[in-house]
Structures are given as structure tokens and as C-alpha cells.
């Protein structure tokens, strides 16, 4: 059943999910929704770069395999508490937050309904994105993980939530939210991961609600299964004095499409964004980024590069609004992408909408090939030419590598760009 037939939605079973009148209600707009404007199509213009055919014609199912917990024996490693979600189910037998000494609770979405109110959280970031995966993960709002930081934390190690698909043809709709309280710092990993070439679907959403006075890094590590699709978007409210550091590396997956969202809602508010995309074979690679800027002296920081290789596309478009209100801003926004073949194809758009005239913002993108002339050098110093074009690809890519606060995953992307 692809994603778009009736008989796939009468896959849903609401009963998994409390008796909840609100959520009851955001379930049967975000139907409504669904039926009215249905998937994305090229005619969006945030979607024209992004042909979604192949997708939509391949059957998929809503089911994990029994067996799902047995196939995961290759998880990724990375210093800090783990989380483990298998197929979108929370396994508390693989992972170790029960060892968390501080302040920190950690939910199954499942969980959290029963024993909390998730009413002024869920959706309430999400409800300014309108196409058909953001409506399919409020309709299938099920599974995921909610974290909620409580006031004066100090974590002293990372978040790490792996998001381990183990089943072909699953479809698997997450939706997760984090919420701190003020006066918080901590470092938070959001990992998708795979157990072999396996064709399926990640459709996730991530709220994250950024107190006063809280310093948050957030990594987002996409390593899917090259037959693999995945969708997310990831969207931040920051209130005073606020700062998030947000790092996104997309590597893995046949086609990707990784949004990034953050309102700066309240004075001296302030992220930094990075990120990398690598992209071989076929893969496309679609990086939406939007900033905005709703508050005076609030700050925005963007830096992304991609490497492309072989037949593969990437896009970015970042999107900079720099609303009435917002006066003694600052935004940067740049993007670099090199070529490392003739048949790889990029297409950048930085954008600003500035609607206030006490700012100070810039942006710039660059789109460039290995340069022969450094290319020549290596080699007449005795190194062979595919050494040398990897010498290359890692002086472009060190500067945002090396700026990663996270040494775990500063090394472990670094070798990822062997």
C-alpha cells in the first residue's frame, strides 16, 4: 500500500494511543488536511527540486517485524546516555538513561500522553508546517521520544537517541518533543540508523522548546539505508538569553529531506547552525533551513557545505525573516558545495526577507570543482591523484568538522569522509 491509498490510513489503530479529546481533534484536522492537499508535488515551490514519484508508488505497511530487537546488534557507539528506538518502539533493555544521575525525564511518546500534559507542546511548533508528511505524522501520532529537561540541569554527558530501522517496507511516523525549563545545558543526539540495505520510510518531526537562560547542542546524525527515504524536520522555539548550537550531517538514504526551523521569540536569543551533506550514487539530498527573527537583538549564525559525487543532487535553501520587531539583529548565512564530478548537480538559493531597517545580515553561497591547480601540486609531489582529490574533499570539509564541539562526533564524521 503506498502512502497515499485509503487502505494504507486504515492501517491506524488510535486505540495505542490515550483517550485523549485534544489529540483526538489534531488527529482528524491533520486527516482532513491530508485528504485536501495530499503529498508533496514539484508544483510547491518548496518542493520543486524534490520529484517524490518513486516514492509514492511503492508500497509500504505500518508494522514493525517480530523479530525487530534481534537484528540489533550493530549500533552505533558514541560516548553519552543512550536511547534506542527500534523500528519507532523505545527499548529500554538496549539502552542506559536509567543511569542518568540528573534531572532529566525520558518518555516514549506513548508514556508521556499518560503521564503528562503534552497538550501545549505537541503541534504547537509543527502547526506552521502544511504538506502532506507533516499531516501523515500528526494522523500517525504514535511513536517517539519526549525528553523534558528540568530546571538547573547540568548534564555532564550527551543524549545520544538512536532511531534503529530494522524492517523492509515499514513506515515509520515519528514525532518528538523536548522541553527544558530554564537555566539548563546539555548536549542531545538525534540518530537514525539502519540494520542493512533495507528499503523503507522515516517520517519524524521534532519539537524542541528552548527556555531562558538554557544552552542546548543538538546533533542530528542521518545514516539511513541507501534504498531508504527520510523526511524530517526539526523546529526550535528559543526563548531569552537562549543559545542552540545545531548541527545536521546527511549521508545516508536514497532520498532525504532535512528541514530545520527555529523562531527566535524572545530579545538576546541566539543559534548557530552548521551543517554537511555527502552525497554518492543517485542520492538526493533536499537541506531547508528557516530562521526567524522575531525579537530585537536576537542572533542567527549558518554555515553548510556539501560534497558531491558521482550522479547525485543536493539543495539548500536557507531562509532568513527578519520580522518588524526584530531591530539590532544579526544573521549570517553561507553555503559552499563542491563538485567532485560533472554529473553531480547542486542547487543553492540563501534567501533573507528583511522587514526592518536596524540590522545588520549578510549571506552568500559558492559553487566550485576540485581546483586543478592544487590538484596538480599533490601529485607532482609524488602523491597518486586519489589520494590527492581526498586530501582535497577533507580540507574543504575540515573547517566545519573542526568546529563541532562534540569530539565523539567530531571523529566520527571525520571518518566518515574517507
Not at 527573527?293 to 543536493?314: M, N
Request: aromatic share 10%; hydrophobic share 35%; with cysteine.
Amino acid at each position: 500500500m503506498n502512502l497515499t491509498q485509503p487502505s494504507y490510513l486504515n492501517q491506524i489503530h488510535f486505540e495505542q494511543i490515550q483517550n485523549l479529546p485534544w489529540l483526538d481533534t489534531l488527529k482528524k484536522t491533520a486527516l482532513e488536511q491530508f485528504n485536501l492537499s495530499g503529498m508533496p508535488s514539484i508544483r510547491n515551490d518548496n518542493w520543486k527540486y524534490s520529484n517524490l514519484q518513486l516514492l509514492t508508488k511503492q508500497n509500504f505497511h505500518l508494522q514493525p517485524a517480530l523479530d525487530s530487537q534481534s537484528k540489533a546488534m550493530d549500533l552505533p557507539n558514541l560516548f553519552g546516555h543512550k536511547i534506542v528506538f527500534i523500528d519507532g518502539l523505545l527499548k529500554p533493555e538496549l539502552s542506559n538513561f536509567k543511569d542518568i544521575k540528573e534531572n532529566v525525564e525520558v518518555y516514549s511518546l506513548t508514556s508521556a500522553l499518560a503521564a503528562m500534559d503534552l497538550k501545549p507542546y505537541i503541534n504547537q511548533l509543527a502547526k506552521s508546517v502544511d504538506h502532506g508528511f507533516a499531516n501523515l505524522n500528526t494522523l500517525l501520532l504514535q511513536n517517539g521520544l519526549v525528553l523534558k529537561i528540568n530546571r538547573d540541569t547540568r548534564l555532564s554527558q550527551p543524549l545520544h537517541c538512536i532511531f534503529y530501522n530494522t524492517t523492509p517496507g515499514f513506515s515509520n511516523h515519528l514525532r518528538n518533543i523536548i522541553i527544558t525549563e530554564p537555566n539548563c545545558e546539555f548536549e542531545f543526539i538525534e540518530h537514525y540508523y539502519h540494520a542493512g540495505e533495507l528499503n523503507y520510510v522515516t517520517n519524524s518531526m521534532t519539537e524542541v522548546f528552548v527556555a531562558e537562560n538554557t544552552k542546548m547542542k543538538f546533533y542530528k546524525l542521518i545514516e539511513e539505508s541507501q534504498q531508504a527515504y527520510h523526511v524530517s524536520h526539526t523546529l526550535f522555539s528559543q526563548q531569552a538569553h537562549s543559545q542552540t548550537y545545531a548541527f545536521s550531517a546527511s549521508q545516508q538514504g536514497r532520498f532525504i529531506r532535512n528541514d530545520i526551523s527555529i523562531q527566535l521569540a524572545a530579545e538576546h536569543a541566539a543559534c548557530h547552525l552548521d551543517g554537511i551533506y555527502l552525497t554518492r550514487g543517485k542520492q538526493h539530498v533536499d537541506q531547508h533551513t528557516q530562521i526567524h527573527h522575531l525579537k530585537p537583538h536576537t542572533t542567527s549564525q549558518e554555515y553548510y557545505k556539501g560534497i558531491l559525487h558521482d550522479f547525485s543532487r543536493a539543495i539548500f535553501n536557507g531562509q532568513v525573516f527578519v520580522h518588524y520587531d526584530a531591530h539590532h539583529c544579526d544573521a549570517k548565512q553561507s553555503n559552499k558545495n563542491l563538485l567532485l564530478s560533472d554529473k553531480a548537480e547542486v542547487d543553492t538559493r540563501p534567501q533573507l526577507e528583511i522587514y526592518n531597517d536596524d540590522v545588520r545580515c549578510a549571506h552568500g553561497a559558492t559553487v566550485g570543482q576540485i581546483d586543478e591547480n592544487a590538484l596538480f601540486y599533490l601529485c607532482s609531489r609524488g602523491i597518486d591523484v586519489a589520494t590527492a582529490r581526498q586530501m582535497l574533499m577533507h580540507a574543504f570539509a575540515q573547517d566545519i568538522i573542526d568546529a563541532i564541539p562534540n569530539l565523539d562526533i567530531k571523529n566520527y564524521l571525520a571518518g566518515k569522509l574517507s
